[in-house]
């Protein structure tokens, strides 16, 4: 058996994969061929190239056995709680519960790509009145109203106020369609005036202490309908043990992503590190789990590294990417032309600071949910998309819009001339729907634009 | 007198003008659509119009944006980076039924205020306050008187003058002893309305029709509600707020049941018997809630979506009134 790095196909994944069990692969109870998936609908898989480790293969299984977990969750008798467009905050505080189960509802905007648009989904929510002039995350209405890709949730969580319009006005559509939701505000993140207090973030950024106040007072109004929910109380010390739990994750990913990006050759495709680091929004339905999956990636990673080995060539270009792609696909077409992914802004990197241990556990939670990048301007979020770049040795940011985004209409253009007057960077803003199929030359051709520059400008 | 620009209605001319300051709600036009936003897919046509009118505008001392939709609060980061007036951004909660909602809407006053004395405004005294709440509470409340007695886009324009101008402006002359009757009543509801889109009203009256129900957000729906005497003279302050983020129902709340509250009412009292939906292309807010209107209302709904690309009306949306008004007849 070849255990060299590289990236297969889902077929040469399902050989592979018998090979690795007659040598004694031992494996979770979710584990199994990544194949099987493609039994679900999950079509797009068979287009994808994946990272042949074992704990790769660990880490889809794990990703694409969600629904499962949270049916299994429900017949145990735990309480689900659909946490909307929260990146990372009430997940924690919902963890710290030993009856209640997180779950992202938004997640449901790769299911048109993992589906290839066979789902319906998106068809569902056109017939709502949510078209595609609204972001690939319709497709959760659909998934909602359709009760086929996961369980109702019991308790619907939303935050809402500096967030997209997107998201907002769909939640409010499924809240008319009659699931009651409890909307918590997030308010816009402003500079502390002259004379204000002032609270430094996780993540470096500054917010007015009474901002902090008011995130707070809206999470204990979170903190007393989960207590209601799980009938039992959420007490500091469970909020602080929760925490912690929370920051294992992010440590683990912080190490993953340091060591990945900044690996002179590099040691785990971008399609696999994008999974990962969207583990830290709300553990994939199990914490624990979570934590193993990391674990394993990250020796696997430092394996290869020690190795000097890899899964590309030692010329790639790095690529900074901001925002997630909506077709996964694109992860893979980066690599095709020469790229390789050395940082990212996916949205949510608050969600991987560590949050602060030794406040008040309320408190620390308020300011990691104020250090959202989302929720301030978009110059802050291309100020540390520049430190990241820094940190991380980028040679060139790829913007990637989400087709119908409230942000991506203007943030783009901000986040361009930043990221060039700082850092003189080359910038490239492309836009990825669900499915690239019909796009993927005209998308190559500007991939490789992007890398042929990069190249060029090494030679100066 | 120094000017103060701004578009949403949850922006209290009162507040600026017991600062000393000239409150302007401006209704952007198609003057200079093209130059300052880059991309024109995906921005709302109001905000992109909006954001060069603020930019071309050589009058204003300041400007105030808020946070109503994503859009406009990334209008902000624009407007900072484009040109020197200054700039307010005000948090106006999505949420509304919790104190701490109106409590942060109040803070933001507050700091508004700060803005304001630092363009030379003065910070009142409760005093004072109340004394410009009530000269703009009359005015307003004659506005309102004229419903019925001007053609629709009379009284329509003359909202959009008392917002412009404030207090000193307005006419309040009845011209017709007599209110008007005739035309199918309808009702205009949505987002706010460009300069140039008052035609709406004529085309709506030269095709038998009267919008009796101006709702979008430039017309009464956008106007805050009557201020209570008591409560005006005891924390005129408090009461602003409650009149303004209380009161004036919006597609962006959370949850918008106020919203379809106040529509169900306004509906019912003034007899309304189809719906003119008013949308910009790219506006998410208003765009979701045409569906779940047209189920609600149980009345035609005539959805207008809105590019803002042209002069005025086009010729399409004409015959599109044309035809929804032949069918109502
Ligand atoms: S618009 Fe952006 S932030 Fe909002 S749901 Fe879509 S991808 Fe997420
Ligand atoms: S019309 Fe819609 S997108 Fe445009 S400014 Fe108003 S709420 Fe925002």
């Known amino acids: 058996m070849n255990n060299a790095p590289g990236q297969i196909t889902l077929e040469e994944w399902d050989e592979r994969y018998e090979q690795l069990r007659r040598a004694g692969l031992r494996e979770p109870g979710y584990g199994g061929p990544l194949g099987r998936h493609v039994g679900d609908g999950d079509r797009r898989l068979l287009k994808l190239r994946y990272d042949n480790s074992v704990a790769s293969l660990r880490l889809w299984n794990f990703l694409l056995t969600e629904e499962d977990r949270l049916h299994n969750a429900r017949a145990e008798g735990k309480r689900i709680v659909g946490t909307m467009k929260d990146l990372g905050t009430v997940p924690v505080m919902a963890y710290s519960l030993d009856n209640v189960v997180a779950f992202y509802p938004d997640g449901a905007w790769w299911i048109p790509c993992v589906m290839e648009l066979s789902a319906g989904l998106l068809e569902t929510a056109d017939s709502l009145g949510i078209d595609e002039s609204f972001c690939p995350v319709r497709a959760m209405l659909g998934a909602f109203v359709t009760g086929a890709h996961f369980p109702i949730p019991d308790q619907l969580v939303c935050s809402v106020g500096a967030t997209c319009d997107d998201f907002s006005a769909i939640a409010q559509r499924l809240n008319g369609l009659g699931y009651p939701i409890l909307w918590w505000e997030i308010p816009h993140r402003r500079f502390p005036e002259v004379d204000e207090a002032a609270v430094r973030l996780p993540g470096g950024f500054c917010a007015p202490k009474r901002q902090v106040e008011f995130v707070k007072s809206e999470l204990e109004r979170v903190r007393t309908a989960l207590e209601r929910l799980a009938g039992q109380r959420l007490d500091d010390k469970k909020l602080s043990a929760g925490i912690q739990k929370a920051n294992e994750v992010?440590?683990?990913?912080?190490?993953?992503?340091?060591?990945?990006?900044?690996?002179?050759?590099?040691?785990?495709?971008?399609?696999?590190?994008?999974?990962?680091?969207?583990?830290?929004?709300?553990?994939?339905?199990?914490?624990?789990?979570?934590?193993?999956?990391?674990?394993?990636?990250?020796?696997?990673?430092?394996?290869?590294?020690?190795?000097?080995?890899?899964?590309?060539?030692?010329?790639?270009?790095?690529?900074?990417?901001?925002?997630?792609?909506?077709?996964?696909?694109?992860?893979?077409?980066?690599?095709?032309?020469?790229?390789?992914?050395?940082?990212?802004?996916?949205?949510?990197?608050?969600?991987?600071?560590?949050?602060p241990e030794e406040l008040p556990p309320a408190e620390a939670l308020a300011r990691m949910a104020l250090a959202d990048p989302m929720v301030g301007s978009s110059v802050d979020r291309a100020e540390r998309i520049c430190a990241d770049i820094r940190r991380f040795g980028s040679e060139a940011v790829l913007i990637s819009r989400i087709p119908g985004a409230s942000h991506c209409a203007l943030e783009g253009e901000v986040i361009g001339e930043v990221v060039r007057s700082r850092l003189e960077v080359p910038v490239l803003e492309i836009e990825v729907p669900p499915v690239t199929d019909s796009i993927r030359p005209t998308l190559g051709t500007r991939l490789e634009a992007l890398i042929e520059t990069v190249k060029e400008r090494r030679k100066k | 007198m120094k000017t103060i620009i701004y578009t949403c209605p949850y922006v209290p001319a009162e507040w600026i003008a017991a600062h000393g300051l000239r409150p302007s709600r401006i209704m952007p036009g198609a003057a200079g659509s093209t130059s300052s936003v880059g991309r024109t897919e995906g921005v709302c046509p109001y905000v992109r119009r909006f954001v060069n009118e603020v930019i071309m505008n050589t009058q204003a001392s300041g400007v105030v944006v808020t946070t109503v939709c994503d859009q406009m609060r990334r209008a902000f980061d624009i407007i900072m980076r484009r040109c020197e007036l200054p700039a307010f951004l005000m948090n106006v909660p999505s949420t509304w039924q919790s104190v701490a909602a109106h409590k942060l809407y109040l803070d933001e006053l507050r700091r508004l205020g700060e803005f304001l004395v630092r363009l030379g405004g003065k910070s009142p005294s409760s005093r004072a306050l109340a004394k410009v709440m009530l000269e703009y509470d009359t005015a307003r409340t004659s506005v309102l008187a004229t419903r019925g007695y001007l053609t629709s886009s009379q009284y329509s324009e003359l909202i959009a003058e008392f917002n412009r101008d404030g207090k000193s402006g307005i006419t309040t002359t009845i011209n017709e002893k007599k209110p008007f009757t005739g035309g199918i009543p309808l009702a205009i509801i949505g987002g706010p309305l460009l300069r140039e889109d008052f035609g709406i009203f004529d085309v709506v009256e030269n095709s038998g029709g009267r919008i009796v129900l101006d709702a979008a957000e430039t017309g009464e729906r956008g106007m805050c509600a009557h201020f209570d005497r008591r409560r005006l003279r005891d924390e005129p302050l408090i009461e602003l707020s409650n009149a303004y983020f209380g009161s004036i129902p919006d597609a962006f709340r959370r949850p918008n049941n106020q919203l379809y509250n106040w529509l169900k009412r306004e509906l019912a009292c003034r007899e309304v018997r189809g719906i003119i939906f008013w949308r910009y292309i790219w506006c998410d807010i208003w765009h979701a809630e045409l569906h779940r209107l047209k189920q609600w209302a149980n009345l035609p709904v005539l959805d207008v979506d809105v590019s803002g690309d042209e002069q005025a009306l086009t010729v399409r949306t004409t015959q599109r009134i044309h035809a929804f008004l032949e069918v109502l007849q």
Request: hydrophobic share 45%.
């Open chain 1, 250 to 355: 992010r440590r683990y990913l912080a190490e993953l992503r340091q060591v990945t990006f900044t690996a002179k050759v590099c040691p785990l495709p971008a399609l696999e590190m994008l999974i990962a680091e969207m583990l830290a929004i709300h553990f994939c339905s199990d914490r624990d789990e979570t934590i193993s999956v990391l674990k394993e990636l990250i020796d696997e990673v430092k394996t290869r590294v020690q190795a000097g080995r890899g899964v590309l060539g030692d010329d790639t270009a790095r690529i900074f990417w901001v925002n997630p792609v909506a077709d996964l696909q694109v992860m893979n077409l980066l690599e095709d032309c020469g790229g390789r992914i050395c940082g990212t802004e996916y949205l949510f990197s608050h969600a991987l600071d560590t949050i």
